[in-house]
Nanobody, 124 residues
């Protein structure tokens, strides 16, 4: 069992920044690709960003490209999502996910473990 705990969400004005963190309780964190997904009010859960196990590759949804940056620190079992230039459309619960065998990295079914989510609210 891999447990993921997100933190760093909160209320921010449009144009502001937040940094989300996700800590994993596994001794093999470096073997997992990590992803961020989000679900806004009245919307389906959607892909946001992902990073390969080696951190050699990153992936971003078009809606966040250029504004969000995903990174990882394997020594700390932590993946981060730096969110800049936030928009009201970014308001959502953000979920951290881990997967051992992703190919595309951008689809939910490639991830095996999920956190409980952290709320991000962007006011206009």
């Amino acid at each position: 069992q891999v447990q993921l705990v997100e933190s760093g969400g909160g209320l921010v004005q449009a144009g502001g920044s937040l940094r989300l963190s996700c800590v994993a309780s596994t001794r093999t964190f470096g073997s997992y690709a990590m992803g961020w997904f989000r679900q806004g009010p009245g919307k389906d859960r959607e892909f946001v960003a992902a990073i390969s196990w080696s951190a050699a590759s990153t992936y971003y949804a078009d809606s966040v490209k250029g504004r969000f940056t995903i990174s990882r620190d394997n020594a700390k079992n932590t993946v981060y999502l730096q969110m800049n230039s936030l928009k009201p459309e970014d308001t959502a619960v953000y979920y951290c996910a881990a997967g051992l065998t992703p190919v595309r990295h951008t689809v939910e079914y490639e991830y095996d473990y999920w956190g409980q989510g952290t709320q991000v609210t962007v006011s206009s």
